[in-house]
């Protein structure tokens, strides 16, 4: 069973969503809206290398927030509420030095007033990057 409020949601619309933001900048790319889970790739490129020519850490952060955050997003009534991220942790497993990392989050937990959530993050050969858990406010919106 699906977990977004809106079921019909599309791919294009989360990249309209995403014009003009850091993860348009960073060149993240929507790919996949699942019935419990969402998917986003980022290159590993210039915007998102350390100096030793290896993913930065807080680039793999953005990556899990983003996906994480407008995961949440898709849960709620934005009408009536709103999300902002509350917590990030993130264990960096292995470096990604090109091509090419993906991000899928998962719900740990979908509340009222917070959602957990769980990112992991995977190299073009599928091998795991990074182990991320973002928790999410939910705010009422002011009339």
Request: proline letters at 3%; a negative charge; charged letters at 20%.
């Given at each position: 069973?699906?977990?977004?409020?809106?079921?019909?949601?599309?791919?294009?619309?989360?990249?309209?969503?995403?014009?003009?933001?850091?993860?348009?900048?960073?060149?993240?790319?929507?790919?996949?809206?699942?019935?419990?889970?969402?998917?986003?790739?980022?290159p590993?490129?210039?915007?998102?290398?350390?100096?030793?020519?290896?993913?930065?850490?807080?680039?793999?952060?953005?990556?899990?927030?983003?996906?994480g955050?407008?995961?949440?997003?898709?849960?709620?009534?934005?009408?009536?509420?709103?999300?902002?991220?509350?917590?990030?942790?993130?264990?960096?497993?292995?470096?990604?030095?090109?091509?090419?990392?993906?991000?899928?989050?998962?719900?740990?937990?979908?509340?009222?007033?917070?959602?957990?959530?769980?990112?992991?993050?995977?190299?073009?050969?599928?091998?795991?990057?990074?182990?991320?858990?973002?928790?999410?406010?939910?705010?009422?919106?002011?009339?």
């Open positions: 069973m699906a977990i977004w409020f809106k079921p019909d949601f599309t791919l294009e619309e989360l990249t309209g969503m995403s014009a003009g933001t850091m993860a348009d900048y960073i060149g993240i790319e929507w790919e996949e809206i699942g019935e419990n889970f969402l998917k986003a790739k980022m590993v490129d210039h915007r998102t290398k350390q100096p030793y020519g290896l993913m930065h850490g807080g680039a793999s952060c953005v990556l899990a927030e983003t996906i955050s407008v995961a949440s997003s898709l849960v709620i009534d934005t009408s009536r509420n709103y999300c902002v991220g509350l917590e990030i942790n993130a264990n960096h497993i292995r470096s990604a030095k090109s091509g090419f990392v993906t991000g899928i989050a998962v719900p740990l937990h979908i509340g009222a007033s917070t959602h957990v959530w769980d990112i992991k993050i995977y190299d073009e050969r599928e091998k795991l990057v990074c182990v991320s858990r973002l928790t999410v406010a939910i705010l009422k919106r002011q009339p």
